[in-house]
């Protein structure tokens, strides 16, 4: 199956925007050295190294991450739209990953794309254990 973006917009690979690496966390640690080692299902990414901008672990029970993506990095396409309209919208559906690599799902240990949201609304959101948080990647 090609990638598709909503109407209007360009396909857009959260991979391909990302940066080479490597990738720390707010405390210094490396998480991954390249976008292959990223994308890798060993890679450093877990519940005490995916912390919060301040350098805190995401409240329990809150581990969905909002990415739209496949394990790969690259838009999912199982739906119409994994993205609740580019990250414009209450509406819609989202791809999620589980930061601390557990939980149910498709794919329930992966960071990246374990399976879709209820919606994009807060509440919906908060119903399958997240509260619309993201990744945020820097390189160092």
């Not at 005490?48 to 029970?61: N, R, Y």
């Not at 879709?116 to 509440?123: F, N, R, V």
């Amino acid at each position: 199956m090609s990638a598709s973006a909503p109407a209007g917009q360009r396909v857009v690979h959260a991979r391909d925007r990302i940066g080479r690496g490597p990738w720390f966390n707010a405390k210094g640690e490396r998480v991954a050295a390249s976008v292959a080692d990223l994308h890798r299902d060993d890679n450093g990414l877990g519940l005490v190294t995916s912390l919060t901008e301040k350098g805190d672990i995401v409240a329990f029970g809150r581990h969905d991450m909002l990415t739209g993506s496949n394990r790969n990095g690259t838009l999912a396409t199982g739906a119409p739209d994994t993205t609740c309209k580019n990250w414009t919208s209450s509406s819609g559906i989202a791809r999620l990953g589980h930061h601390d690599k557990s939980g149910g799902g498709q794919f329930p240990e992966s960071w990246n794309s374990a399976h879709l949201s209820d919606g994009c609304s807060p509440a919906e959101l908060r119903a399958t254990f997240g509260d619309g948080l993201f990744y945020c990647f820097a390189e160092k």
